[in-house]
């Protein structure tokens, strides 16, 4: 079975760290792009994070630049987010998702994991 | 930076009915760079369609997309109870490069 399962989530107070994992089985993950998507209480799906399937390509949406970092680790099968100087806006359900691409068509982000929440606050 | 918006923000329609979801980019999108999705209360989103109009594996028929340039639509034929859910559109943009989400349409039952 595909899956992505999601972890590392918790409770932390502004400025804080965290470290969210991601972890893929069912597909050869070292041939996929992934993505991190986030959702704030009651609010809509928001793009945080993209990587290549070699890591060698990285992006971010402006609102985590400098403080996220995206990475991941093809022999444990892991996407990872490393998210430090957190806000109370970084307060989300955070999800890790599968990207498929079939030459310059977006075939969109197929597989999704159950998320794992993070709450900023003191 | 291209900025989605769905709407209605909310649509009301009762099973059987057919539901009309829209989605305009404030610049023009490729076709191949627009997807939809359906997410559920307490459940991750799930992939509908890309590429416009394609739908993901498992997709019922009775979901379509279409559109072009600026104005993109997903139809619902024929709802049914499970298909009420927040529908989120999404493109691909390449400058600056980022996953752009509409903020979503709330489709629930009349």
């Known amino acids: 079975e595909v899956q992505l399962v999601e972890s590392g989530g918790g409770l932390v107070q502004p400025g804080g760290s965290l470290r969210l994992s991601c972890a893929a089985s069912g597909f050869t993950f070292s041939s996929y792009e992934m993505n991190w998507v986030r959702q704030a209480p009651g609010k809509g799906l928001e793009w945080v994070s993209y990587?290549?399937?070699?890591?060698?390509?990285?992006y971010y949406a402006d609102s985590v630049k400098g403080r996220f970092t995206i990475s991941r680790d093809n022999a444990k099968n892991s996407l990872y987010l490393q998210m430090n100087s957190l806000r109370a806006e970084d307060t989300a359900v955070y999800y890790c998702a599968r990207v498929l691409w079939s030459g310059y068509e977006f075939l969109g982000m197929d597989v999704w994991g159950q998320g794992t929440t993070v709450t900023v606050s003191s | 930076e291209i900025v989605l918006t769905q709407s209605p923000g909310t649509l009301s329609l009762s099973p059987g009915e057919r539901a009309t979801l829209s989605c305009r980019a404030s610049?023009?999108?490729?076709?191949?760079?627009l997807a939809w999705y359906q997410q559920k209360p307490g459940q991750a989103p799930r992939l509908l369609i890309y590429?416009?109009?394609s739908r993901a594996t498992g997709i019922p028929d009775r979901f379509s997309g279409s559109g072009s340039g600026t104005d993109f639509t997903l139809t619902i034929s024929r709802l049914e109870p499970e298909d009420f859910a927040v529908y989120y559109c999404?493109?691909?943009?390449?400058?600056?490069?980022?996953?752009?989400f509409g903020q979503g349409t709330k489709l629930e039952i009349k």
């Open positions: 990587i290549s399937s070699s890591g060698s390509t990285i």
């Open positions: 610049q023009s999108v490729s076709s191949s760079y």
């Open positions: 999404q493109q691909y943009g390449s400058s600056p490069p980022a996953y752009t």
């Open positions: 590429g416009a109009s």
